[in-house]
Each structure stands twice: as structure tokens, then as C-alpha cells.
């Protein structure tokens, strides 16, 4: 007759292991091992709000130095990122478009449309083809350009009324 | 001389035609008449802050840009003066502050200087490579890549 807890099997099924008692005390405020880092963080946030900016990249710099080379070289590529910007994704509206104004069309249709979400609705914005048919002296047909801009692919709808020949443009576009 | 001070408090004492290359300071500084009172600038830290003087400093005896020519799209993005790129041989984060504070002080000229440098770091390249360039990770969800992918098809058998 089995008893339960006789056979190393069973006995691993009916373990309960007290969890909530004995795991408690090991985590302690300074506990990273949860995974999360929720210490580690909320000790970053003490001494973000409690030093002052050089004393902080004097902390940061010390702690570095104290880190093994290959996690060293991790962490640099990860600031390194910090260090760049999305310039189109972050940068307001007005800006984002009027940088996009300075490149050729093919390359805001066929490029910047396709980098990610951001570049993608930036390169999509009407304001921006407006711009560049004016700078090539065409005036928009508004009739004509609300019913283009209401495709789905506006960027390369613009691209193609510029590489297509003047007659092509001339049935979306009225001379200025 | 007019005190500039940035949002990290520092502060900066510029001559009056180093001031008028921004519309807006020109403005402030007007509204301020003679009192010898700061102008301070919560939008810009001392660090970008020193850099557009630094721009001014040089521009301040340009010719000043009509109204109609304000508007206008930088034509090229290749014709920029030596001193103009070497000054914006700066890093990314320096680039997108000048960027801003361009914008908010009405700074047209450093604006389109911004821009047009942007504009050649972009010029040339991959849709990866960029995104590499300024580690942009809001990538497109399958959905929509498959959305593009058919605009460019539509595109190019036209």
C-alpha cells in the first residue's frame, strides 16, 4: 500500500515549498536578483534627486571601473545609444518636416518613409509635399491633392507626380 | 549688453547685436527697454545655450534675411559656409538641442544650418542605416510592413 511521501517522486509532487516565508528575507532592499532591478532603480532614483550632476558622473565612473570588461563594453554601447537621437521621431512636427524638406523626393518616398512609424507619418505629412511643389514653382490642385492624400502611400504618390513627366503632374498639379 | 540666463541658471552677458539674430530675443529684449533686468530662458540649458551665442557671435554682422525669404525651404543641403560645418561638428544630443533652441529663440539661419546637417547625416543612406545612425526602435509591426511593402510595388509599377 502506498504511503504518500513514499516513493522520491511523490514526495517532489506533494512539495509545497513555503515560499512566501523563506523566500521573503533573502530580498532585501539591495536585491537584484528579483530580476526586475526594482532596487536597483529606485537607489538610482535617491542619488539621481540627492547628488549633483558631477558628483553623479563621478559615482558612475567609479562604479564603471569597478566592472568586468565585457559587461563594461555592453554598458558603453548601451550609453552610446543614449547619446543618439531619433531626430524625425523626437524632434516636433514642424521641425521633422523641414529637415525631410531638404532631401530629394526619392528619398523621403523611398528612404525615410520606410525607417519606422515616426519617419513614416512625418514623410506622409501633406505640409511636406506642399513644400516641395512650391519649390519646384507648382501650385497644388486642393481638389485633386485631397483625393491623392487620402491613399494610403501619399509619400510615394508625390514621388511619383515628380518623376513622372510634367504632363503626367499637370493632371494632379495647376501651373502657379 | 543684455543677461541671458539658461535653465540651469547660468548666465550670459551678449551684446545687443548678437541678441537681434533671434527674433524672439530681439522681442523680449525690447520689452524690456532699459532695465538691466536677465532674460531668462527655461526651454534652453547653458550648454546649448553657449553654443548658439557662439553661433550669433559669428553671424552677427550677416545680412539680415527679408521677410520673404524667411519662409523659404533651405534650397540645398550642400552649400554651407567651412565655419558653419565645423561649428556643427558636435554630437547628436548637442545637434537636437541647437535644433530646439534654434526653433523656439527664431533663430531661422542656425535653424536651416540644423536642419540642412541632419539632412546630409541622412542623405545617401539605408532605411537600416539610419536607423542604426540614431537607434530609432520603433520599428514597423509585421502588418504594416507588409502595407509599405505593397505601396512600393504600387509605386513602382506606375
Given at each position: 500500500?502506498?504511503?504518500?511521501?513514499?516513493s522520491a517522486?511523490e514526495?517532489?509532487?506533494?512539495?509545497s515549498p513555503?515560499?512566501t516565508?523563506?523566500r521573503?528575507?533573502a530580498k532585501?532592499?539591495?536585491?537584484t536578483t528579483?530580476?526586475?532591478?526594482d532596487a536597483?532603480v529606485?537607489?538610482a532614483?535617491v542619488?539621481r534627486?540627492?547628488l549633483?550632476?558631477h558628483a553623479?558622473s563621478?559615482l558612475?565612473?567609479?562604479?564603471?571601473?569597478?566592472?568586468?570588461?565585457?559587461i563594461?563594453k555592453?554598458a558603453l554601447?548601451?550609453?552610446?545609444?543614449?547619446?543618439r537621437?531619433d531626430?524625425i521621431?523626437?524632434l516636433?512636427?514642424?521641425?521633422?518636416?523641414?529637415?525631410?524638406?531638404?532631401?530629394?523626393?526619392?528619398e523621403i518616398a523611398?528612404?525615410?518613409?520606410r525607417?519606422?512609424?515616426?519617419?513614416?507619418?512625418?514623410?506622409?505629412q501633406?505640409?511636406?509635399?506642399?513644400?516641395?511643389?512650391?519649390?519646384?514653382?507648382?501650385a497644388?490642385n486642393?481638389?485633386?491633392w485631397?483625393?491623392?492624400?487620402?491613399?494610403?502611400?501619399i509619400a510615394?504618390?508625390?514621388w511619383?507626380l515628380l518623376?513622372?513627366s510634367?504632363?503626367?503632374a499637370?493632371?494632379?498639379?495647376?501651373p502657379? | 549688453m543684455?543677461?541671458?540666463?539658461?535653465?540651469d541658471?547660468e548666465?550670459f552677458?551678449?551684446?545687443?547685436e548678437?541678441?537681434e539674430q533671434?527674433?524672439l530675443?530681439?522681442?523680449?529684449?525690447?520689452?524690456?527697454?532699459?532695465?538691466d533686468e536677465a532674460?531668462?530662458?527655461?526651454?534652453?540649458?547653458?550648454?546649448?545655450?553657449?553654443?548658439?551665442i557662439?553661433y550669433?557671435?559669428?553671424?552677427?554682422?550677416d545680412?539680415k534675411?527679408?521677410a520673404?525669404?524667411?519662409?523659404?525651404?533651405?534650397?540645398?543641403?550642400?552649400?554651407?559656409l567651412?565655419?558653419?560645418?565645423?561649428?556643427m561638428?558636435?554630437?547628436?544630443?548637442?545637434?537636437f538641442?541647437l535644433?530646439?533652441a534654434?526653433?523656439?529663440?527664431?533663430?531661422?539661419?542656425?535653424?536651416?544650418l540644423?536642419?540642412k546637417?541632419v539632412?546630409n547625416m541622412i542623405r545617401?543612406?539605408?532605411?537600416e542605416?539610419?536607423?542604426?545612425?540614431?537607434?530609432?526602435?520603433?520599428e514597423?509591426t509585421e502588418?504594416?510592413q507588409d502595407?509599405?511593402n505593397?505601396e512600393k510595388?504600387?509605386?513602382?509599377?506606375?
Amino acid at each position: 500500500m502506498a504511503v504518500p511521501g513514499d516513493s522520491a517522486d511523490e514526495g517532489l509532487g506533494h512539495y509545497s515549498p513555503p515560499q512566501t516565508t523563506e523566500r521573503l528575507p533573502a530580498k532585501t532592499p539591495l536585491d537584484t536578483t528579483g530580476g526586475d532591478g526594482d532596487a536597483v532603480v529606485s537607489l538610482a532614483r535617491v542619488l539621481r534627486t540627492s547628488l549633483e550632476p558631477h558628483a553623479r558622473s563621478r559615482l558612475a565612473v567609479a562604479l564603471l571601473a569597478a566592472v568586468p570588461a565585457d559587461i563594461l563594453k555592453r554598458a558603453l554601447s548601451e550609453l552610446d545609444g543614449l547619446l543618439r537621437r531619433d531626430f524625425i521621431g523626437q524632434l516636433p512636427a514642424e521641425i521633422a518636416v523641414r529637415i525631410l524638406a531638404c532631401l530629394p523626393a526619392v528619398e523621403i518616398a523611398r528612404t525615410a518613409a520606410r525607417v519606422s512609424r515616426r519617419w513614416h507619418a512625418v514623410a506622409m505629412q501633406p505640409w511636406l509635399w506642399r513644400r516641395l511643389f512650391r519649390a519646384r514653382g507648382w501650385a497644388l490642385n486642393e481638389e485633386r491633392w485631397a483625393m491623392y492624400s487620402s491613399l494610403p502611400g501619399i509619400a510615394d504618390v508625390g514621388w511619383l507626380l515628380l518623376r513622372r513627366s510634367m504632363e503626367q503632374a499637370a493632371a494632379a498639379i495647376s501651373p502657379a | 549688453m543684455v543677461k541671458l540666463v539658461s535653465s540651469d541658471k547660468e548666465e550670459f552677458d551678449v551684446a545687443v547685436e548678437v541678441v537681434e539674430q533671434s527674433v524672439l530675443l530681439t522681442k523680449m529684449a525690447a520689452g524690456h527697454g532699459e532695465s538691466d533686468e536677465a532674460i531668462s530662458l527655461p526651454e534652453v540649458t547653458g550648454r546649448v545655450l553657449a553654443k548658439v551665442i557662439e553661433y550669433c557671435e559669428q553671424h552677427k554682422s550677416d545680412q539680415k534675411l527679408d521677410a520673404d525669404d524667411r519662409d523659404d525651404v533651405p534650397k540645398s543641403s550642400e552649400d554651407i559656409l567651412q565655419w558653419d560645418k565645423d561649428f556643427m561638428k558636435v554630437d547628436q544630443d548637442m545637434l537636437f538641442g541647437l535644433l530646439l533652441a534654434s526653433n523656439y529663440l527664431d533663430i531661422k539661419p542656425l535653424l536651416d544650418l540644423g536642419c540642412k546637417t541632419v539632412a546630409n547625416m541622412i542623405r545617401g543612406k539605408s532605411a537600416e542605416e539610419i536607423r542604426e545612425k540614431f537607434n530609432i526602435t520603433d520599428e514597423f509591426t509585421e502588418e504594416e510592413q507588409d502595407l509599405i511593402n505593397k505601396e512600393k510595388d504600387w509605386a513602382e509599377d506606375n
